[in-house]
């Protein structure tokens, strides 16, 4: 129970990562096999052509994983921070605002037109 909670709990990032390190163990499992089977059979070597086609998928795999995904996540980010420093400026900016209010012996608008109809 607790691996299937822990496999739900994974991210998708590390979700990318094990499907690659997965494809790329396969991949090398198969071309040992494939590598022993061609050296045992002793004709002509072959085994390279295996490697050329499912090495470029192995490399577009990983240049995907690694470098594309990276590149979104990172874009993610910055644009959360980006968020969050207007959020916080906006923030500075209202309570700045209030503190001068404050400071300056004024009262709010509302309470001062509250205070002119009281006057009235």
């Known amino acids: 129970m607790d691996d299937l909670f822990e496999h739900a709990m994974e991210s998708e990032r ?3 990562i094990n499907g690659f390190y997965t494809h790329f163990i396969i991949f090398l499992a198969v071309i040992a096999g494939l590598a022993i089977i061609n050296l045992i059979e002793g004709e002509h070597f072959w085994v390279q052509w295996v490697v050329l086609g499912w090495g470029a998928g192995i490399a577009l795999h990983a240049y995907k994983v690694f470098v594309v995904r990276a590149r979104e996540e990172h874009a993610k980010h910055e644009a959360f921070r980006a968020r969050e420093q207007r ?24 309470a001062a037109d509250d205070d002119q109809t009281r006057r009235l």
């Open 14 to 16: 590390d979700k990318a």
């Open 87 to 110: 959020r916080m400026a906006a923030a500075s900016a209202a309570d700045a605002a209030a503190l001068a209010e404050a400071g300056t012996g004024q009262a709010p608008a509302d």
